[in-house]
T-cell receptor
Framework: GAGVSQSPSNKVTEKGKDVELRCDPI?????LYWYRQSLGQGLEFLIY????????KSGLPSDRFSAERTGGSVSTLTIQRTQQEDSAVYLC???????????FGPGTRLTVL | AQKVTQAQTEISVVEKEDVTLDCVYE???????LFWYKQPPSGELVFLIR??????QNEISGRYSWNFQKSTSSFNFTITASQVVDSAVYFC?????????FGSGTKLNVKP
């Protein structure tokens, strides 16, 4: 079946602009996660959605970052007034309710000039 | 507190050598899950294995094997007869249920 998809695969933007990154989880998966991975680094947790529960936003680095998940499926991560330090690969993962294994998408590479 | 430590930042081996990637974790939860993921140069993380805290049986899958020892809080990963295609960054992760805690990763270079 289809895996997690993310769009765009690459995004180049200018400092100060807003960007939106999209994640389509595996159909039927109730949990959705966003991570950030800077070049050569590990995964930094950003935010977690589980069903209709309030999201765990504890990893969002600043109030410029926000995310929503509409209809329990697609999620959008928005970064406002982008800064050069926001440059990274943004990874999305989803997992089914009965099994907490995370399945990752290919990521969106964000470059802020 | 939850923490995963992968002390080996980078390992280089020659093809056909065996290699073990270490993972040590910390948790106060009695029920938790451990994972290994592979991130090849293409970038997409690939799920390798999931283990729950009540199952300490070692597992073998082809050239891959995992050694889970609760007594030492370790979940080590061994690749037997390594191949160039095994070159990747490998991440160990811990979750009490939903929030994941990843190690910093071990970069494995397998040279022909």
């Amino acid at each position: 079946g289809a895996g997690v998809s993310q769009s765009p695969s690459n995004k180049v933007t200018e400092k100060g602009k807003d960007v939106e990154l999209r994640c389509d989880p595996i159909s039927g998966h109730t949990a959705l996660y966003w991570y950030r991975q800077s070049l050569g680094q590990g995964l930094e947790f950003l935010i977690y959605f589980q069903g209709n529960s309030a999201p765990d936003k504890s990893g969002l680095p600043s109030d410029r970052f926000s995310a929503e998940r509409t209809g329990g499926s697609v999620s959008t991560l928005t970064i406002q007034r982008t800064q050069q330090e926001d440059s990274a690969v943004y990874l999305c993962a989803s997992s089914p309710l009965a099994d907490n294994t995370q399945y990752f998408g290919p990521g969106t590479r964000l470059t802020v000039l | 507190a939850q923490k995963v430590t992968q002390a080996q930042t980078e390992i280089s081996v020659v093809e056909k050598e065996d290699v073990t990637l270490d993972c040590v974790y910390e948790t106060r939860d009695t029920t938790y899950y451990l994972f290994w993921y592979k991130q090849p140069p293409s970038g997409e993380l690939v799920f390798l294995i999931r283990r729950n805290s009540f199952d300490e049986q070692n597992e073998i899958s082809g050239r891959y094997s995992w050694n889970f020892q609760k007594s030492t809080s370790s979940f080590n990963f061994t690749i037997t007869a390594s191949q160039v295609v095994d070159s990747a960054v490998y991440f160990c992760a811990l979750t009490p249920f939903n929030k994941f805690y990843f190690g910093s990763g071990t970069k494995l270079n397998v040279k022909p």
